[in-house]
């Protein structure tokens, strides 16, 4: 079991990033694939989260409105779609694979930093 992310970087406020997920050695269609993200000195957070069978999301109140999850299944990947960035949004994002949208997250990937400057 294998994910991998890419697309993080430096931004300016109010910039987009879109980061992506790429996910190996299980069958995709049977998981949800989550966002997170871990701040300097902050608990990891939950952002976002997708059923890579029905579709449903799950945006954090913090995000919503700015961050947008989907996948391409042909792909076996999902991506994290980051408008409006703020400074606030600074973190290592990870994303992770569970049985179920709200289920337990135990596949993680390595995490790639996102830095939004003020």
């Known amino acids: 079991v294998q994910l991998v992310e890419s697309g993080g970087g430096l931004v300016q406020a109010g910039g987009s990033l879109r980061l992506s997920c790429a996910a190996s050695?299980?069958?995709?269609?049977?998981?949800?694939i989550g966002w997170f993200r871990q701040a300097p000195g902050k608990e990891r957070e939950g952002v976002s989260s997708?059923?890579?069978?029905?579709?449903?999301?799950y945006h954090a109140n913090s995000v919503a409105g700015r961050f947008t999850i989907s996948s391409d299944n042909a792909k076996n990947t999902v991506y994290l779609q980051m408008n409006d960035l703020k400074p606030e949004d600074t973190a290592v994002y990870y994303c992770a694979s569970s049985p179920h949208l709200f289920g337990d997250y135990d596949n993680w990937g390595q995490g790639t930093q996102v830095t939004v400057s003020s």
């Open positions: 050695g299980f069958t995709f269609d049977d998981v949800a």
């Open positions: 997708i059923s890579i069978s029905d579709g449903s999301t």
